[in-house]
């Protein structure tokens, strides 16, 4: 469905505590092979472990990994030593300055970073899916402050995308909420977005 709506990236959504799109990693893998070689596959894991990660991605296969959480032990450069063909994105929940700094201090050692709206201090973890918009300022502060490619996430839709990228500038964009319909995905609202992304760069 999102490759024929003319998306670049798929999203696998792993094991999450919170979030509308999570897949379990037989069907992940089963999409991760079937789609065109073309197309990169992120595998958004909610793992904090270097294991927990090298672990689920060799259950799914993916050309890349979102990591949607902080690590609590090991390092990034450890992930990326054992799986140097696989790209790693690091997400970022833009909340405050701090994040800045967060986004700052790991860009050495990410292939690029994705800048979301979750909240990994609730009772019940949000690291993504939330739909909601976060301080655009506080992620262009970040695009303007790091070498590498910055995707942006959170509560983007038809209406708001053509402000976002105005405003932040960035390199690619990723949504969840808003192109689902009863919380599947919905192609008409896919292709719209894309449509509406796909005409901004025209004009
Ligand atoms: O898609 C999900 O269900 C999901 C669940 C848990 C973590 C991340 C998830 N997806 C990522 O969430 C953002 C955008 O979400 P939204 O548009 O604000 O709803 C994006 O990075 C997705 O890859």
Request: hydrophobic letters at 45%; a negative charge.
């Given at each position: 469905?999102?490759v ?16 509308p799109?999570?897949i379990?990693?037989?069907l992940?893998?089963?999409?991760a092979?079937w ?6 596959t ?11 990660i ?12 979102q ?22 994105v690091?997400v970022?929940?833009?909340i405050n ?12 050692y990410?292939?690029?970073?994705l800048?979301?709206s979750?909240?990994p ?5 949000e690291?993504?899916g ?15 402050s ?12 038809h209406?708001?995308?053509s ?5 932040v500038?960035p390199?690619?964009?990723?949504l969840?909420?808003s192109v689902r319909?009863h ?5 008409e ?15």
């Open positions: 469905m999102a024929d709506a003319g998306a670049d990236i798929l999203g696998l959504v792993g094991h999450m505590p919170s979030g799109g999570i379990s990693d037989g992940a893998a089963e999409i092979a789609v065109p070689e073309s197309m990169e992120f595998l958004l894991t909610s793992e904090t472990t270097v294991a927990g090298l672990a689920h991605h060799r259950r799914v296969n993916s050309t890349a990994l990591l949607v959480d902080e690590l609590i032990d090991g390092h990034l450069s450890d992930i990326k030593a054992a799986l140097p063909e696989v790209k790693l690091q970022i929940h833009v300055q701090y994040s800045v700094q967060q986004a700052q201090q790991v860009a050495q990410v292939d690029a970073l800048l979301d979750g909240n201090n609730a009772v019940i973890k690291l993504g939330t739909g909601r918009v976060h301080n655009w300022q506080l992620s262009k502060d970040i695009v303007d790091v070498d590498l490619p910055v995707y942006l996430a959170g509560g983007l839709n209406s708001n995308v402000k976002a990228v105005a405003q500038k390199h690619g964009l990723d969840c909420s319909t919380h599947a995905l919905d192609v609202k896919l292709s719209e977005f894309i449509n509406q992304v796909k005409s901004m760069t025209v004009n």
